[in-house]
């Protein structure tokens, strides 16, 4: 088992350095910062743009500034901003939270709704609630996740009233945006309850199981669905990564203001301390998850750890 | 319980719906695009001042209404498609010819290359698609060619791991042994008897990286990062409609349905292809 999540541990940690080496990359094409800092004007002289390249550290070679950029992930320290200096991990320390909120609220209610409907499918394989909801989830796959976002502030907030269109006011102003990624997350997890209760049901403890005489829901919910949920907590633990991709747009018609509202508006500021520290974390985050849920399916299931 | 031959015939009915479905939605909308420039000359940028803001269904001029300029909502749809469907489909053509040869290189002889593109993968998985495409694209500037360009750098993996996958599988198989047996070349066997066995899942993973790609195209230039906003196209229009949802809803509605409609289609074609070339379900997610 050691070996196991040694050997995970190690795989992240080469994943962490190739991703902020790319980042670290990505910020660097996009030209002088002293240039940008100071803006295009007229006063500036060569010797201003020096001095700044020398507080900013850009005068050393690329590979000095990508292990300093690495020791200031370590201690949190992502540089200042462009835009009145704010410490950008200060401005991440803000937003983070907002994202996050966002991403396990639609989380749990995808799995609420998922859950139910995936099983329910998976019992009648084959006959019209399964094809129903086969057809639904293909739908739910099939438009971009901000089209829903507005048709839901189309419907909401213009024809009904009900909900405010966008901001963060109060429990309400929580409601569309979770219920956005929850839908699109949901078109996506029934599938998987779906063929994972199907894989579970055909196995022979069931068979054991039913011809016990237990009752049907006791098979269902004590039996097949227990021992599908460890495969279950792997997928939807994989699909971290494109949860967070989606909130980082659905925040952008929201106006919600996590992670994805302060990178668009570090992109429209040319503000590159702080379009830098947002992926970043959120990349590190993503990392992060994948690794505990790979070590959990490895702790619960050991058949994983010899793969 | 339902016995197993009903499930069979209802499940093959299923089926044939997926296909006429899948070609009806995919092909009418391409159809459409394909055929604009003979349909709407104008390219969807005609200004009807008098008809500004017409909602749809109202005027035979403008079946889909018009918006606050006064253009055809109808013809704007069907020219926006052109970006979509050609993002789409050269994103594909481009990770598909890398990622093939890497994955066959990578589980023909494995090694080096093998381990370099699992790292590649690794990567891939712990980075999605949009932060990336938001980095390269807020810092290299929007643009289609751009688009196109970090959707291949980012995508050719997920063909080179399904390639390999399906080249490890074969490559003990007894037709190649005897093959190389008899002497065969190392290549000749890579692309007369490898290559054409693992073409099904390969085209699979096409159909819906297409649809796929709409997507990320749509969202791409919704936020701004894609298309330039003086081409018409889906997301573009999307991004417009959103600031007068109130007054015109129209314009925000019809061009997300033709993204539905044209990623419905291909998916439901990429379901159907799923059973007719990978029962063993190596493409299924």
């Known amino acids: 088992m050691a070996g196991f999540i040694l050997k995970r541990l190690l795989q992240a940690i080469f994943v962490v350095l190739a991703v902020t080496l790319i980042v670290a990359f990505a910020i660097r094409l996009s030209g002088d910062p002293a240039i940008m800092m100071l803006g295009g004007g007229g006063n500036v002289t060569e010797q201003d743009l020096q001095n700044i390249r020398q507080a900013l550290g850009l005068e050393r070679p690329f590979y000095v500034q990508y292990l300093s950029f690495l020791q200031g992930i370590l201690t949190g320290d992502f540089g200042r901003s462009f835009m009145g200096g704010t410490p950008v991990s200060l401005l991440i320390s803000r937003a983070l939270p907002a994202t996050l909120l966002l991403a396990f609220a639609s989380l749990i209610v995808s799995i609420i709704l998922s859950v139910p409907l995936g099983i329910y499918a998976a019992v009648h394989r084959g006959r019209w609630p399964d094809q129903l909801i086969r057809i639904l989830s293909l739908v739910g796959l099939s438009f971009p996740n901000f089209w829903l976002a507005i048709m839901l502030v189309l419907l909401f907030s213009i024809v009904l009233g009900l909900l405010p269109p966008s901001g963060m006011e109060g429990p309400e102003s929580f409601i569309m945006p979770a219920l956005t990624m929850a839908i699109i997350l949901t078109a996506t997890n029934v599938r998987l309850v779906r063929t994972s209760m199907l894989e579970t049901l055909s196995q022979q403890y069931i068979m054991v199981a039913r011809s016990k005489g237990l009752r049907d829901r006791v098979v269902l919910y004590k039996h097949a669905l227990r021992n599908s949920a460890i495969p279950l907590v792997t997928y939807i633990g994989l699909q971290f990564g494109g949860l967070i991709g989606g909130i980082v747009i659905i925040e952008r018609v929201f106006n919600w203001p996590g992670m994805g509202t302060l990178a668009f508006d570090a992109i429209s500021n040319r503000d590159y301390p702080v379009l830098q520290g947002t992926i970043t974390v959120l990349a590190l985050f993503i990392i992060l998850i994948n690794l505990l849920v790979d070590i959990a399916y490895g702790l619960i299931d050991p058949r994983i750890r010899t793969e | 319980m339902a016995t197993a031959q009903a499930v069979s015939s209802s499940r093959s009915w299923f089926k044939s719906l997926e296909l006429v ?13 394909l055929l604009s420039p003979v349909l709407f000359p104008d390219g969807g940028e005609g200004m009807d001042l008098m ?235």
């Open chain 2, 21 to 33: 479905l899948g070609l009806l939605f995919a092909g009418g909308i391409a159809l459409v695009v």
């Open chain 2, 51 to 285: 008809a500004r803001l017409t909602p749809p269904f109202q005027s035979w001029g403008h079946i889909l209404g018009t918006d606050p300029l006064g253009r055809d909502v109808l013809a704007r749809v069907a020219v926006g498609g052109k970006i979509s469907l050609m993002v789409g489909f050269l994103s594909v053509l481009g990770a598909v010819t890398i990622g093939t040869l890497v994955g066959l290189v990578a589980g023909y002889y494995r090694g080096i290359a093998e381990m370099l593109l699992m790292r590649f993968a690794d990567i891939q998985l712990a980075l999605p698609f949009i932060l990336v495409a938001i980095m390269f694209l807020a810092i290299l500037g929007a643009g289609i060619d751009k688009v196109i360009l970090v959707m291949i750098a980012t995508q050719w993996v997920q063909y080179a791991r399904l390639v390999r996958g399906s080249v490890l599988a074969m490559r003990e198989r007894e037709f190649i042994l005897s093959a190389r047996a008899i002497g065969v070349g190392n290549g000749r066997i890579i692309f007369t008897h490898i290559l054409p066995n693992v073409l099904g899942p390969i085209i699979i993973l096409m159909t819906l990286q297409v649809a796929n790609n709409i997507l990320l195209e749509s969202s791409l230039t919704f936020l701004g990062l894609g298309v330039d906003p003086l081409i018409p196209s889906w997301g573009g229009m999307l991004a417009d409609g959103r600031t007068y949802l109130q007054t015109a809803w129209w314009v925000s509605v019809f061009p997300g349905l033709a993204i539905m409609f044209t990623v419905l289609g291909l998916n439901l074609l990429g379901d159907w292809l799923r059973d007719l070339l990978d029962p063993t379900g190596q493409t299924s997610k």
